[in-house]
């Protein structure tokens, strides 16, 4: 987890917001695919990789932002 470390965290957080929701319109592309991944509908390799690559941003925040938090407490 040394890269994670190493990561700053403003980065992660515009990676988030930019790659992770991007095309904003007119929903967030993460948005569509978690709704299709709930409704069983998430078959396709095409759309499975394309969760996976807006909801990493995401995933890097969520893992550094715990990270912090372990490293305080």
Request: proline content about 8%; aromatic content about 8%.
């Amino acid at each position: 987890m040394h890269f994670l470390d190493k990561l700053p965290l403003s980065v992660l957080v515009i990676a988030a917001l930019t790659l992770g929701l991007a095309p904003f319109f007119p929903e967030p592309h993460i948005w569509e695919k978690l709704k299709m991944l709930v409704a069983g509908q998430l078959v396709k390799p095409v759309d499975i990789f394309d969760l996976a690559m807006h909801a990493a941003p995401w995933v890097l925040l969520a893992a550094k932002l715990a990270r912090m938090a372990v490293a305080r407490g």
